[in-house]
């Protein structure tokens, strides 16, 4: 069967594990880390899938995590996930390159509507 | 005397008589010049001494003359207090003029807007025979208002009766605007402090408890969507967790609004001497524990753009965690605050401190919101104050020294506007 690729970095546990159970509901295959450089060391550059970034967490935030990702030419698709209220999150997130900004809690339909929009998300896809 | 004896004596025995007679002449001449010397040697004494004092006289009305405090006489005998002398420094503190005063009663100096419980108080305390000593809100001669300091004691005489009234006053307004001006700033930053702290805490807390709202939202999602055509009764239940979860989350999203972070407005700053202004603030606080600032402001740093409440509070948020790790140990004494041009377009400013240093394992988690929450009423949370200095354009950072204690340090922008 083919399931769509998701990956999640985020430093809190219980939103990890909450998000996988849910995307994992609409068929999505989940990986989780609760850091960005654990993320890194484990998925190559080259390894598609979509990124759910939380914005908040020590060592590298969201925010240094996508210029790391832009710069490596990946073109892994980002969306990121704050839990702080940020009114121009959506215009900075845009501007930095990646594809969506939602803010905690995010509702399931939303973020799935956000991921099944993406284009070429149907190549990110498990052999 | 001395003739009638000579005169009855016989001619024989006269050359004897002459040699008694010239022996007690000279003893008496020798007597009364004896206590001649004795009397001119007292009127000696006694014109020194008079001169002397007459010398210490003058010496004292020339110091009461040019004392800086203003000095006033009172004659006590009638009910009336008559000013009998004042000296220069009074006439200048009052704006008096000398025709004004000598002869008139004390208290109509005091002038119409004056305090009458305060001339009451000093009037009952005068004729109690105490000293009178207080602060208060005086009138210059144009109405002009001014601080002072006031102390009149009982002049008595040989029988201990009052006979005058000495009184000092001395002009306190500087001092005291700048004692109000050191509160109200005090008072500012501290409100700012709690308020700040306030908002930081209800932040983190607001930021705490979204994940898991986050996390409850995405599980009664996921249950709903397993349930969906089953169990209608688990799926009604599932969409009332999510219902009362949004509602938790709508009651986080309305405080955030509530306590969002002032934005800094921004002025041209000198770093040094804001650094200066903020130490006047604390300096209660470190001569309290015996500690010694050393100041080591490089002279010609340019202008920083900064909000200058915001940075007070992270000044004295570092000052006051240096002193609470020198704290620890009675040796470490010195405190020091340097700033310098780090490059052409940053100023850092540092505060080093000789006391227990930082532990290996604290330092990453230093500025974390819930590393410390020490309530003192100055100091914040470090974790505000490197919002503050990022909000700045700068960053703050902390490191162990070579030797004992530890350097805070954070770096401001040069403001790119000239003055």
Redo the contacts between chains.
Sequence with gaps: MEMKKVYVVDDDESVCRALKILLGTFDFQVETFNSSRNFFDTVSADTPGCLLLDVNMPGLDGWATQKIILASGSGRPVIFISAVRQADGVARALEVGAVGFLQKPVDGQTLVDLIDGLPGISQAVLE | MIKKSVGKVKPGKKSLLNKITRQSLEDQVRQKTDELNVKQGQLQLGADREKIAEEQIHIRTKAMEAAADGIFIIEARNQAFLVVYANPSFYKITGYMKGDIIGKDYFLLYGPDFDQRVSHEIRKTLEQGKIFYGEMLSFKKNGEKFWCFLRISPVRDENGIVTHYVGIKTDTTLIKQRDMEIAEQREELLHVTRVGKLAEFV?SL??EI??????????A??GQ??LVDREPQLHEILQFIISD??RA?EVI?RL??LLKKTKPSLEPLDINILIRDTVLLIMPHITARNKVLVFNLAEDIPLTEGDRIQLQQVILNLISNSLEAMDERSDSRQLTLRTFLQDANSIMVEVTDSGCGIPEESL?KLF?HFFTSKLDGLGMGLSISRSIVEAHGGLLDARNNSGPGATFYFTLPVSGKDL
């Design positions: 932040s607001a930021h979204s994940q898991p709202l986050t996390a409850i939202l995405s599980y999602q996921a969507r397993l979860d949004q989350c999203r955030r609004t990453s974390s």
